[in-house]
C-alpha cells in the first residue's frame, strides 16, 4: 500500500486520504498538529501567524495596512469620566491640524452651524455639480459613542464634500460620559426632523461610518417608528450594527485588525459607557436587532481586515433578506474605516466615488 | 505621573498613550507580547486562536462553518498523474448519490448533451418561470482544475436550475493530467461559440464558482480577444483570479478556511498542473491581470472565511474601476465555495436566488 504518512500525528488524516495519496508537501510537527485539532467539527484552531503587507496594492493603502496598532491601545481605557474626557479631548486636538490641511488640499471649506438645536458644521467643495446643488447629505460621524466631538469629527463629511461634491451638514451629537444614550440618538432625530423643514428627503441621505454607521441605521429604524419621511439613501461605512461580540471577524480578524485590534478592552467599555445599562441588543443600540424592512436603498463599505466585516456584511444580508437595494465594497487588506483614513490614497476616492455613485442613482436632483 | 503600564515590554505603547489612560482590562503577557510586536509598521503579528463557531447563524451554517478540515487534507498531493486520476475518481464517485439525492429533493432532471463538441449535462427544473424560458444559463464547474468530471461537477448547474429556475448547460472540459492548459479553456470557448449559435447572447449568462469563476472571467477575456459577442451578465463565485499566492486572505484566513485550508499543498500543486510552464500571471490562467474593461454586468459571491475572499474583492474592484455594474455578496462565517456546498442550508438558496435576481436585471426574455 503506498499510504505514506510521515509522522504520526497525521493518522487521522490518513484515515481518510486514498492510500495512492502522498505528501508532496513536507508536513511540519505544527502542520500536523493543526490538521489534527482541526479533524473533527467545532471550533477552528488557528496558528500564530506573520500576516505580510500586501504587495498587490499602492503605496498609501500599504501603508495604512502596514501601520502598527492605533494609540492609545485598544487595552489603554480610561478609568474614570475625567480621564474619559482627557482622553478625547487629545485625541480631537491631535486630529484637527490634519483635517485643515487636508481641507487645503481637497479645497474643501467648513462653517459652524446649528441645526435642530444641535452645533455641527457645514462642510462645502469648491464647486458642487449641477446635479447635487439641491441636494444635501447628512453625515453622522463616528469614534466609538466617545470621540470626534466638534470639528475632529468632519473627516468622512470633508470626504463626502470633495469626493462626493456635495454640500454635507456634520453634527456634534451629545457623547458620554456626559451624555450616554439616549442622546446621541435624540440630537440625531432633532437633526433629521430640522434638515426635514430644510430640504426634501428625495434629495438627501444619511451617511456615516463605524459608530456613524451604526447610528445611521438606528435613525432609520427611529424614523420609521416615529413616522418621518426617510431619506432616498443611505451609505453606513463599516457599521457598528452590534455593540455586543456577535459576528465572525470579531474573531477572526481580532488582532489582525491595526484600528480596532480587539472587541476586548476599549471598544467593549465604550459600548457599555454609551449604552449606561440599556440592553446591548435593543436595536436602537445594535441595529441588527431591527426590522430593515423598508429602508433606503444603502451602500455598505468595509474591508478585509475590518474588525467589523462581520458587522458590515450582517447588516448587507438582513438588508437584502428585506428586499432593500443593498450594495456592498469591500476593500482588499483594509482595516476598520481605513477607507477614510488617508484622504490623498486613491483608495479613499474609490470608496467615496462609489458611495456618491450609488446615491445618484437614488437622490432627486 | 498617573502613567500605568503594567508590564515593562508595554513600555513602547506607553511612550504613545497620554498619562492619565489605565489598563482597564489586565493585560496578560502575552496580549502585551503581541501588542509590542504590533508596534512598529511592517507585517502583523497574530497569535493562535481558538475560533468559536458563531452562534448568530442557522444550523445548515453553523455545521459547515464547524466541519473539519476537508478531506482529502491540503496537504495531501498526488505524487504521479495516476494519483491524480484516482484521487480525481474517487472523489467524482463519491460526489454522485449525494448530487442524485439533491436532485430528487429539488426536482431537478439531468440530461446528458454535447454542446460545441464538448459533453455535458442539461440540468432543468420542474418548471421554468416564464421569464425565463426563453434563457440559458453556461455553468463551468469548479475543482481546481483537476476535480468535478463529468457528472460530479454539477452542483451548482443543479442549484441554478432549482433555485434560479433556469435551464442549465454544464460541460465537462478537459483537464490535467491528460489535458492542461489551455484545453479547459480551449472547450470552453467551443462550449460558449455552440451557445451563440443556439441562443441570443442577450438571453444567456455565464455562471462558475471557483475555477469554474476564474474560467468564467478567463473566458470573458478570450471572447473579447476573439471579437465574440459577450452574455448578457455573468456569475463568478469566489472565482480562482490569481492563481499565483498573491492577496491577502491567502494569509488572514490560512488555516481558518475549512476547505481549501491554504494555499501550500493541493491548490499550488493544482495551479502548476493546471499552467504546465505557462506563466500562472497570464490574464487566461489568472483573469484578476486581464483588461476587465466591456465586461458584462457580474455578481461576485464569496464567505468571511474564504481563502479566496480577497480574490473575490479584488475582482469586485476592478471591475468597478473598469465601470463595469458588479455586485457583491459575502456570506457570514462561510469558507470557499460553502454556498454551494449544503443544498438544503437556507443560505444557499439565498445565494443563489440573489444570483438569479442579479441576472434577471440583465437577460433579455
Chains 1, 2 share one sequence.
Not at 28 to 38: K, P, R, S
Not at 350 to 355: L, N, R
Request: charge should be negative.
Amino acid at each position: 500500500m503506498a499510504l505514506t504518512c510521515r509522522i504520526a500525528v497525521l493518522a487521522l488524516s490518513c484515515l481518510f486520504a486514498p492510500p495512492m495519496l502522498v505528501q508532496a508537501q513536507d508536513v511540519t510537527a505544527a502542520d500536523a498538529a493543526l490538521n489534527a485539532a482541526n479533524a473533527k467539527a467545532g471550533p477552528r484552531v488557528t496558528p500564530a501567524k506573520t500576516i505580510p503587507v500586501p504587495t498587490n496594492l499602492g503605496p498609501a493603502a500599504a501603508a495604512l495596512i502596514a501601520a502598527p496598532y492605533g494609540q492609545p491601545a485598544w487595552n489603554a481605557v480610561p478609568a474614570t469620566p475625567d480621564a474619559w474626557r482627557a482622553r478625547v479631548k487629545m485625541l480631537a486636538d491631535a486630529a484637527l491640524p490634519d483635517l485643515a490641511k487636508a481641507r487645503e488640499m481637497l479645497g474643501v471649506t467648513i462653517e459652524p452651524t446649528v441645526i435642530g438645536g444641535v452645533k455641527g458644521f457645514i462642510l462645502t467643495p469648491k464647486t458642487i455639480p449641477e446635479a447635487h446643488r439641491n441636494q444635501l447629505i447628512i453625515n453622522v460621524h463616528g469614534g466609538g459613542y466617545v470621540d470626534g466631538p466638534g470639528e475632529s469629527g468632519t473627516l468622512e463629511a470633508m470626504l463626502m464634500a470633495a469626493y462626493g461634491g456635495y454640500k454635507v451638514i456634520e453634527f456634534d451629537y451629545r457623547m458620554p460620559p456626559d451624555a450616554p444614550y439616549p442622546a446621541a440618538m435624540d440630537d440625531a432625530m432633532a437633526v433629521w426632523k430640522a434638515a426635514l423643514a430644510m430640504n426634501d428627503p428625495s434629495r438627501m441621505a444619511i451617511v456615516g461610518s463605524s459608530t456613524g454607521g451604526g447610528m445611521t441605521l438606528a435613525m432609520i429604524l427611529r424614523a420609521k417608528a416615529e413616522g418621518l419621511r426617510l431619506p432616498a439613501a443611505i451609505a453606513a461605512g463599516t457599521p457598528w450594527a452590534d455593540l455586543t461580540e456577535t459576528g465572525d471577524s470579531y474573531k477572526t480578524n481580532e488582532w489582525v485588525d491595526n484600528v480596532l485590534v480587539r472587541y476586548r478592552g476599549y471598544l467593549a467599555e465604550a459600548a457599555l459607557l454609551y449604552a449606561n445599562g440599556h440592553d446591548l441588543k435593543d436595536p436602537q443600540l445594535s441595529p441588527i436587532y431591527g426590522d430593515f424592512h423598508g429602508f433606503p436603498p444603502t451602500i455598505l463599505t468595509t474591508g478585509t481586515r475590518d474588525l467589523f466585516l462581520s458587522n458590515t456584511v450582517r447588516t448587507h444580508r438582513k438588508l437584502r433578506q428585506a428586499g432593500v437595494p443593498a450594495v456592498l465594497q469591500v476593500f482588499e487588506g483594509m482595516s476598520h474605516a481605513q477607507y477614510l483614513f488617508d484622504p490623498a490614497a486613491p483608495e479613499t476616492k474609490e470608496a467615496i466615488t462609489e458611495i456618491a455613485a450609488f446615491l445618484d442613482q437614488y437622490l432627486a436632483k
